[in-house]
T-cell receptor, first 114, second 112 residues
């Protein structure tokens, strides 16, 4: 089955700096890669996703890159702000496998220091 | 408002006392799934459902049951809860299962 590894487990940056979180996946058939943000005491919320036919996707200060050959994808947050502090989860899935519709990484706790 | 509704938000129970956590979505999503979240382990899938009367095990199904009699509802049943089932539980739904999932607010369960 799919296995998703996420690094680092914790990340502390100064406000205004960039943050990068990396994930690797094991199943080359995976074709959908979402990222979720979970603020303290709240539910995970989808912030951006990418499909395997695209190498990069941006949404304001957030971008995701995908390297299918190396089987890794990354989340990039630029000009970080204190409200970006949260736990971020990457995930992977592939069409037609409802059982493992989403396999999550173990999460990265991002702390943005004012 | 499109949402996934879980109840209760908090629950403290004793070992062996059957309980049900309800989950309902109003988006006509086909896929629904239950996850448990434990520190350092991320989100682990318990059970999922692809449609009415279609359910299957996820990564950690032991000690749990589910049913999907209606498209909108996907309750999680603990027939005989044990302390190792103390966790934060999330229900989530997705239109097709391989697109964005919408999560409920979570249920924090403590089994003593």
């Amino acid at each position: 089955g799919e296995n998703v590894e996420q690094h680092p487990s914790t990340l502390s940056v100064q406000e205004g700096d960039s943050a990068v979180i990396k994930c690797t996946y094991s199943d080359s058939a995976s074709n959908y890669f979402p990222w979720y943000k979970q603020e303290l005491g709240k539910r995970p919320q989808l912030i951006i996703d990418i499909r395997s036919n695209v190498g990069e996707k941006k949404d304001q200060r957030i971008a995701v890159t995908l390297n299918k050959t190396a089987k890794h994808f990354s989340l990039h947050i630029t000009e970080t702000q204190p409200e970006d502090s949260a736990v971020y989860f990457c995930a992977a899935s592939k069409r037609g496998t409802g059982r493992r519709a989403l396999t999550f990484g173990s999460g990265t706790r991002l702390q943005v220091q004012p | 408002e499109a949402q996934v509704t879980q109840n209760p938000r908090y629950l403290i129970t004793v070992t062996g006392k059957k309980l049900t956590v309800t989950c309902s979505q109003n988006m006509n999503h086909e896929y629904m799934s239950w996850y448990r979240q434990d520190p350092g382990l991320g989100l682990r899938q318990i059970y999922y459902s692809m449609n009415v009367e279609v359910t299957d095990k996820g990564d950690v199904p032991e000690g749990y049951k589910v049913s999907r009699k209606e498209k909108r509802n996907f309750p999680l049943i603990l027939e005989s809860p044990s302390p190792n089932q103390t966790s934060l539980y999330f229900c989530a739904s997705s239109l097709r299962g391989v697109d964005g999932y919408t999560f409920g607010s979570g249920t924090r369960l403590t089994v003593v």
